[in-house]
Nanobody, 116 residues
Framework: QVQLAESGGGLVQPGGSLRVSCAAS????????MRWYRQPPGQERALVAR????????TYVDAVRGRFAITRDNEKNMVYLQMDNLKPEDTAVYFC?????????WGQGTQVTVSS
């Protein structure tokens, strides 16, 4: 079964760190670019970061560049998003994404809440 499953969300104080994870299954993981998106309350889902198939190239939106790091482990079929110096505006449901067989594949998401 082709699927993605996110985990690792939670409540963290401003300035804190959190790592969210995404487990992929059912497709040749190393052949696909992986992305993290987020959806804040009442807003649309938006791209946060992407990582190339071999993990050697990454891109970030301006709002998170320098604070977040996307990595992948092709042996474990996992993609990660390390989030440092978190801000209240980072509060959102975080989703991983792959475009598999021409279709967007999404997990169920994991909630990240940044609040004191």
């Amino acid at each position: 079964q082709v699927q993605l499953a996110e985990s690792g969300g939670g409540l963290v104080q401003p300035g804190g760190s959190l790592r969210v994870s995404c487990a992929a299954s059912g497709f040749s993981f190393s052949n696909y670019v992986m992305r993290w998106y987020r959806q804040p309350p009442g807003q649309e889902r938006a791209l946060v970061a992407r990582v190339s198939r071999d993990g050697g190239a990454t891109t970030y939106v301006d709002a998170v560049r320098g604070r977040f790091a996307i990595t992948r482990d092709n042996e474990k079929n996992m993609v990660y998003l390390q989030m440092d110096n978190l801000k209240p505006e980072d509060t959102a449901v975080y989703f991983c994404n792959a475009q598999v067989y021409g279709e967007d594949l999404w997990g169920q998401g994991t909630q990240v809440t940044v609040s004191s």
